[in-house]
T-cell receptor, first 114, second 114 residues
């Protein structure tokens, strides 16, 4: 079955440190891929999305993600984390059988130590 | 421009009671979605409406019904609530199709079924 996995349930980093959140997908062809962020008590907000072309995608709040077809990965990165980045992060991809449906990964919870 | 709004924000029900969750968007989007979010499971699609007048089942439709009242509004009804429906419910919308368009999320409804 098609799936989006995020191997890390919870990550803690110090403020100012770099961050990488992992996302893997099971997909035949090059997929569309998304990263969303959910701040505590809020709905989800799009960070960035990949459709085609340049495999390094820039998003809001200083985030970027790199698509690697060989590894079926779309990892999210930030060079220097701020305390306000503490949130839940979700990777997502549309279903192969229906572009009206999206599969979300289970999420990675990020804590930031001051 | 309020984006996606949901009411109520919180609700406590007893087993067997019914209720309707309301969702409205003011972005003239065609597609609307209802998700539930449970710890460690990401977001799971309950129902969606690709356009006004159409609705389709998602991943976990059992125990729910929906109505796309008009282009702006998409409601979710629990006819006989069960404890397993305790969750946070999110409504979302996209301009056209989820695969390529950003999803805009409401703030969520936290539902507890006793």
């Amino acid at each position: 079955a098609q799936s989006v996995t995020q191997p890390d349930i919870h990550i803690t980093v110090s403020e100012g440190a770099s961050l990488e959140l992992r996302c893997n997908y099971s997909y035949g062809a090059t997929p569309y891929l998304f990263w969303y962020v959910q701040s505590p008590g809020q709905g989800l907000q799009l960070l960035l999305k990949y459709f085609s072309g340049d495999t390094l995608v820039q998003g809001i709040k200083g985030f970027e993600a790199e698509f690697k077809r060989s590894q079926s990965s779309f990892n999210l990165r930030k060079p220097s984390v701020h305390w306000s980045d503490a949130a839940e992060y979700f990777c997502a991809a549309p279903m192969k059988t229906s572009y009206d449906k999206v599969i979300f990964g289970p999420g990675t919870s990020l804590s930031v130590i001051p | 421009n309020a984006g996606v709004t949901q009411t109520p924000k919180f609700q406590v029900l007893k087993t067997g009671q019914s209720m309707t969750l309301q969702c409205a968007q003011d972005m003239n989007h065609n597609s609307m979605y209802w998700y539930r979010q449970d710890p460690g499971m990401g977001l799971r699609l309950i129902y969606y409406s690709a356009s006004e007048g159409t609705t389709d089942k998602g991943e976990v439709p059992n125990g729910y019904n929906v109505s796309r009242l008009n282009k702006r509004e998409f409601s979710l009804r629990l006819e006989s609530a069960a404890p397993s429906q305790t969750s946070v419910y999110f409504c979302a919308s996209t301009a056209i199709r989820t695969a390529t368009d950003t999803q805009y999320f409401g703030p969520g409804t936290r539902l507890t079924v006793l």
